[in-house]
Every structure is written in structure tokens, then in C-alpha cells.
């Protein structure tokens, strides 16, 4: 497909209302670990140009993530689906010329969305309760451990599943598992 089909493919936002704006929260943004940089995003587009995603998703973009964080759209992004299609591959990071850690911003936003609109997709569910119950995120299936026997390879750490849901607990995320609303699935495009 021609670069000028797929740009008029292109997913286009809503025109923004001036009620949306938030003026204060880039720099709320700013002071959680991790977003410190936002403000130093020129928009320069590398980001984007070199995350893995983007060139599979018509409407992800790490570049307008940072935007919309810097503008104040805060309910648009913390409604938003592109939220959750970020793969903390972290390339974005590496290639910043500002050194702005969308990564980082995206970690931000996505515990946002859950605290305030209380929605998480159901993939990330499913595994934090694996690592609730087992210690490990992936159930790992008998079959599999048996093949590790045969290979010669050492069996595996067990967990302290009771350390871990004692974390759980503490930091309040069994509670947060249990009445957090899910989405089925996200669509990149
Ligand atoms: S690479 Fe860095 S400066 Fe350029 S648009 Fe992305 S976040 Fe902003
Ligand atoms: S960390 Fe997320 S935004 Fe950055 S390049 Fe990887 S998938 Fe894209």
C-alpha cells in the first residue's frame, strides 16, 4: 500500500472543545516517576516512526499520546483505547532525542485510567490474578515442566504465593481486581 493510502487511512480525532483542555495536567503528569520529561516533547515524531505498533495500528501513535498529555485532554486519553496497545518494548524511549519516556507516560496514564475510570482489559485481569494465585504470570502447564525434566534443565524457583498476595493486599490491587470493569479486547485498527 502507497504511503499517501495509508495516511488518508489514517484514524482523525475528534476536533478538540476548549472545555477539555486541562492546563494543570501535564504538570501533574510531570511529577509521577517515570513522566518527568513530558513537557520537553518537541513533537518531532521518532517516537512514532520507530514503534512497533504504530506500523501495525492506524490510530496508535506515541507522538500524539504525549500531545494529548501536554494540550490537557485527560478524559480523552484516559478513555482511550491506544492506552492499552503500547507493548513497553521501550524503543520509543531509546530513540527520544529529548529523552522523554513515552513508556513511562503511557505506565502513568494506563494506572490512571484504572484508578479513576476503573476499566482494565481483560488480558491484563486474567494475568495479575495468575500472579495473585501462582506466583507466576503465565500458568505454566504440567506438560511443560515435564519437558524441562527431559531436557536436563533445573526445575523452576518456586514462588512465595503468599508473600504475593500479601503485596496484593497491601497495595490494594486485590481489591482493584475485584470490582475493576474489563474491556474484551482491544482493536489496533
Ligand atoms: S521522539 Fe521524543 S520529542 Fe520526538 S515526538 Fe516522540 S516523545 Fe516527543
Ligand atoms: S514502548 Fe510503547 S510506545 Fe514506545 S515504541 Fe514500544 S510500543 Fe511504541
Known amino acids: 500500500m502507497s504511503e499517501t493510502r495509508s495516511e488518508a487511512r489514517e484514524y482523525a480525532p475528534p476536533v478538540i472543545k476548549a472545555e477539555e483542555l486541562d492546563p494543570k495536567f501535564k504538570y501533574k503528569i510531570s511529577k509521577m516517576p517515570g513522566a518527568e520529561k513530558i513537557m520537553a516533547c518537541f513533537q518531532c515524531g521518532t517516537c512514532t516512526a520507530d514503534c512497533p505498533i504504530a506500523r501495525f495500528s492506524e490510530f496508535y501513535r506515541p507522538r500524539r499520546i504525549a500531545r494529548m498529555v501536554q494540550l490537557g485532554l485527560k478524559d480523552r486519553l484516559l478513555s482511550d483505547k491506544a492506552l492499552w496497545l503500547c507493548s513497553a518494548c521501550f524503543t520509543c524511549v531509546d530513540h527520544c532525542p ?90 489496533s485498527r
Not at 494475568?127 to 536436563?152: C, D, H, W
Open 98 to 187: 529529548q529523552d522523554v519516556e513515552i513508556a513511562g507516560i503511557v505506565r502513568v496514564l494506563r494506572n490512571m485510567a484504572v484508578a479513576e475510570k476503573n476499566v482494565l482489559p481483560l488480558v491484563y485481569k486474567e494475568l495479575a490474578t495468575n500472579l495473585m494465585k501462582s506466583g507466576f504470570v503465565y500458568e505454566i502447564p504440567e506438560t511443560r515442566l515435564q519437558k524441562r525434566v527431559e531436557q536436563g534443565l533445573p526445575p523452576l524457583p518456586k514462588p512465595n504465593v503468599s508473600q504475593v498476595v500479601k503485596i496484593f493486599e497491601v497495595t490494594g490491587s486485590a481489591r482493584l481486581l475485584e470490582k475493576v470493569q474489563t474491556v474484551a479486547k482491544v482493536e
